[in-house]
């Protein structure tokens, strides 16, 4: 097998073994994506509750429903965490990723880094 043959082999193996390490981040971020979305939809409603509390019960009504608007809170900041802890849990992923292709194959990690920097400097410029 020829030099060249050998070094694209070591090309599409590494692209392929980081597409196949980046699968579990695109998906964990499809779900950070929804849980950052019903995060919106529940401080929306619980700002809707509020307001309506207010206006029609005042200060009375609100010292009722506060204990509700309390555990609202705090399920928005528990899923806040959860979405936090799961960006970071994808970065870890990708960062280990990177780590065992540099170790297996370091200078074919190097020619796809380089070349995709060569791309994004070309996007870049345009």
């Not at 009375?60 to 506060?66: C, D, E, L, S, Y």
């Not at 509700?68 to 802890?85: I, P, T, W």
């Amino acid at each position: 097998m020829s030099t060249t043959a050998s070094f694209s082999n070591n090309v599409r193996e590494t692209d392929k073994e980081a597409r196949e390490a980046r699968k579990p981040a695109f998906e964990t971020s499809s779900a950070i994506q929804t849980d950052l979305q019903t995060l919106r939809d529940e401080f929306r409603r619980l700002a809707e509750q509020v307001g309506e509390v207010i206006t029609a019960k005042g200060s009375a009504a609100w010292q009722q429903a506060r204990p509700a608007v309390d555990s609202v809170v705090s399920d928005a900041q528990k899923k806040g965490r959860e979405a936090a802890d799961a960006v970071g849990e994808v970065s870890d992923n990708f960062v280990a990723a990177i780590d065992e292709s540099i170790k297996n194959r370091p200078y074919t990690t190097l020619a796809i880094f380089a070349g995709l920097g060569f791309v994004l400097g070309a996007m870049w410029r345009r």
